[in-house]
């Protein structure tokens, strides 16, 4: 069965320090990955998203993620983080339905990022 | 575009109560979706939908149920509330149901069953 693991449910850094989430996922099929960001109080935005078209995904706010095969894992980085980068941070896959064609997300538990002074 | 909608933002429940939670989107998205948020589990799939009147169950319908009247309707009932319903609740849509098609979300309904 299609899983995913974010390690840290917290992750605090400096501003302008590297920003890095884990994120390893569980597929049987080449998977469809995604990164959503949810500021306090507010609903999930995608980040970015891995089709298989480029390992290297960009996305907003300078995010980037790697899809690496042999490691099973779709970390988000970011060079140097911002104040306004705090929110916590969710890795999906998306898992087919045998019935209507539907694919649903497979969340992560979710990351919570602090970035401190 | 106001995308995704969300009604009421947030509720308080007595146990035994029912409601329905709104959703609305105006993407003419035919793929609609109900979550749940725990703290530590991420989100969940509720049920979902995949054009009007098509709607199948996620991983955790119990306790609800839902109708797709329109396109752009998508409303969840709660028919008798209960404390382990307490959660934040989001509807998602998207333009197709396949694997790269990416999922908008609500702003969300804070749901407290006391």
């Known amino acids: 069965a299609q899983s995913v693991t974010q390690l840290g449910s917290h992750v605090s850094v400096s501003e302008g320090a590297l920003v890095l989430l884990r994120c390893n996922y569980s597929s049987s099929v080449p998977p469809y990955l995604f990164w959503y960001v949810q500021y306090p109080n507010q609903g999930l935005q995608l980040l970015l998203k891995y089709t298989s078209a480029a390992t290297l995904v960009k996305g907003i706010n300078g995010f980037e993620a790697e899809f690496k095969k042999s490691e099973t894992s779709f970390h988000l980085t970011k060079p140097s983080a911002h104040m306004s980068d705090a929110a916590e941070y969710f890795c999906?896959?998306?898992?087919?339905?045998?019935?209507?064609?539907?694919?649903?997300?497979?969340f992560g538990a979710g990351t919570r990022l602090a970035v401190h002074p | 575009n106001a995308g995704v909608t969300q009604t009421p933002k947030f509720q308080v429940l007595k146990t035994g109560q029912s409601m329905t939670l709104q959703c609305a989107q105006d993407m003419n998205h035919e793929y609609m979706s109900w979550y749940r948020q725990d703290p530590g589990m991420g989100l969940r799939l509720i049920h979902y939908s995949v054009g009007a009147g098509i709607t199948d169950q996620g991983e955790v319908p119990n306790g609800y149920n839902v109708s797709r009247s329109t396109t752009e309707d998508f409303p969840l009932r709660l028919l008798s509330a209960a404390p382990s319903q307490t959660s934040v609740y989001f509807c998602?849509?998207?333009?197709?149901?396949?694997?790269?098609?990416?999922?908008?979300f609500g702003p969300g309904t804070r749901l407290t069953v006391l």
């Open positions: 998602a849509s998207s333009r197709g149901g396949q694997g790269a098609d990416t999922q908008y």
């Open positions: 999906a896959v998306s898992v087919a339905q045998f019935s209507g064609g539907y694919n649903k997300l497979i």
